[in-house]
């Protein structure tokens, strides 16, 4: 078997790797590619245009097969990575894989990418558009785990800005809620008011979507591969958050308290 799932892998050289194969007396062969998983070790989001380029890639290199007439081709798989190895993080949920499957199997069975092949993926998946190089696609979806592809597209384009933006582009927050603030516990009741009800609203939004996303999730990973989802994609950001509501709510409590010394 022979395996390559980068972009533009060197197709010339696979034609000497495979004359090798036939000069060791092998009479077939099989190719893998990748669909997900192989784009980081930790990638969360699957780059729909890199998978499609490697499956083009693989079909110039079938095309070729006739430079090797010795060794005949048996089939391609296609990989979807989970984790590198036993040791390391997961990559792409199957359910956020899906599109870049349903590409990739078409552009195989096709020869090809173009806009009729493009169309049938979009109606077989339920979308209404599809953006190869920004990765995203339009509509809800109509295939088995959609839920969780949409829900897993918003944590990774919104939840780290939304979080960045609510804490570290208030003025008022620097200028009232400072980590200076916080670690002495007080502050003026009135001026955290200024900001306070923003970055509660943001935080119950997000609190509530992330459940929803660990219900559906629940249906169909087992708890631990769920926990460890949330800690690598979630809780980085959503801890922040906590932290901050934590400490606002306790400090309001506190009614203007004077700074512990």
């Not at 395996?3 to 892998?9: D, E, I, K, M, P």
């Not at 088995?144 to 933006?165: A, F, H, T, W």
């Not at 804490?167 to 900001?195: A, D, V």
């Not at 929803?212 to 950001?237: C, G, K, Q």
């Amino acid at each position: 078997m022979l395996w390559f799932y980068a972009s533009n892998f060197d197709t010339p050289q696979i034609g000497k790797y495979i004359s090798k194969y036939a000069e060791c007396g092998f009479k077939t062969i099989w190719f893998a590619s990748a669909f997900k998983g192989t784009t980081g070790p930790a990638q969360a989001w699957t780059p729909l245009n890199h998978h499609l380029q490697n499956h083009l890639q693989w079909l110039s290199v079938m095309r070729s097969m006739a430079k090797t007439p010795f060794v005949r081709l048996q089939g391609i798989v296609l990989t979807g990575w989970q984790r590198y190895d036993h040791y390391s993080a997961l990559c792409e949920l199957l359910p956020v894989g899906i599109p870049s499957l349903a590409v990739c199997l078409q552009t195989l069975e096709n020869g090809g990418f173009n806009e009729a092949t493009k169309k049938k993926v979009l109606d077989v998946l339920g979308f209404q558009s599809m953006q190869l190089e920004k990765s995203t696609c339009v509509g809800n979806g109509a295939f088995p785990g959609s839920d969780i592809y949409r829900m897993v597209e918003q944590v990774s384009n919104q939840l780290k800005d939304s979080v960045v933006r609510v804490l570290e582009e208030e003025s008022s927050i620097k200028g009232w809620f400072s980590p200076y603030h916080r670690k002495h516990q007080f502050g003026n009741p009135r001026n955290m008011e200024s900001f306070g009800s923003k970055v509660l609203k943001v935080h119950e939004d997000w609190e509530s979507f992330i459940q929803t996303l660990r219900s559906h999730m629940e249906a169909i990973y087992f708890p631990d591969t769920v926990e460890e989802w949330m800690e690598e994609n979630v809780n980085p950001h959503m801890d922040r958050l906590r932290e901050f509501v934590r400490d606002f709510k306790e400090i309001i409590r506190l009614n203007a308290r004077p700074k512990t010394l």
